[in-house]
């Protein structure tokens, strides 16, 4: 079976400091795998997804994500935060039989300023 | 190009009624899912359509609930009669084809007092 830990239920940074949302996963086979962000009062948006290709995957607003295999980690990182980044970001796993998504528990992102 | 829509944002409900959760998909897209977030868990999958036909309804709580997509358009979630522990977000999302990446709508908060 497949399921997704996120290591942090809240993450607190300054504004113009990197970010870090660590993701671990776990797969009976090759995942396809994805962030997603979820701002105040509106819905999911897809921040980037990996399939199998380049092992390191930017997306939108500066985001960008790494595949290791090894480590079985998907970890979502920005060099530099932005007051409009805080939101909740899930770490996200698809089951490629059933195109069923399975969520991590999810990482509300705190931006001090 | 719409995204997916969901109608109410919000409902709230007495126990023992009945709720019925609408959604339009992106047009075009024959895929469409239901997950719902209970309060301080994960967001789970509900079912998928592919079309107008039930693809995979594993994640439906009980019979409570029951979900249809007439002619493969719209589709609609009830649940009668709604329980506490059907409080929580509705979110419908929709994808082209076999295509993985799913497109999200707002989401229905449902609180059932």
């Known amino acids: 079976a497949q399921s997704v830990t996120q290591l942090d239920s809240h993450v607190s940074v300054s504004e113009g400091t990197p970010v870090l949302l660590r993701c671990n996963y776990s797969?009976?086979?090759?995942?396809?795998l994805f962030w997603y962000v979820q701002h105040p009062n509106k819905g999911l948006q897809l921040l980037l997804k990996?399939?199998?290709?380049a092992t390191l995957v930017k997306g939108i607003n500066g985001f960008e994500a790494e595949f290791k295999k090894s480590e079985t980690s998907f970890h979502l990182t920005k060099p530099s935060a932005h007051m409009s980044d805080a939101a909740e970001y899930f770490c996200?796993?698809?089951?490629?039989?059933?195109?069923?998504?399975?969520w991590g528990a999810g990482t509300k992102l705190i931006i001090k300023p | 190009e719409a995204g997916v829509t969901q109608f109410p944002s919000h409902s709230v409900i007495e126990k023992g009624q009945t709720v019925t959760l609408r959604c339009d998909p992106i047009?075009?897209?024959?895929?469409l899912y239901w997950y719902r977030r209970v309060m301080g868990k994960e967001i789970k999958f509900l079912l998928h359509?592919?079309?107008?036909?039930?693809?995979?309804e594993s994640g439906m709580p009980n019979n409570r609930f029951l979900a249809e997509r007439t002619g493969g358009t719209y589709s609609t979630l009830k649940v009668q009669p709604a329980e506490l522990e059907d409080s929580g977000v509705y979110f419908c999302?929709?994808?082209?084809?076999?295509?993985?990446?799913?497109?999200f709508g707002p989401g229905t908060r449902l609180t059932v007092t």
């Open positions: 996200v796993v698809s089951d490629n039989s059933n195109y069923q998504l399975i």
């Open positions: 797969s009976s086979y090759s995942p396809s």
């Open positions: 999302a929709s994808s082209p084809g076999l295509a993985i990446e799913q497109y």
């Open positions: 359509f592919v079309k107008e036909s039930k693809q995979d």
């Open positions: 990996y399939t199998s290709a």
């Open positions: 047009s075009g897209h024959d895929n």
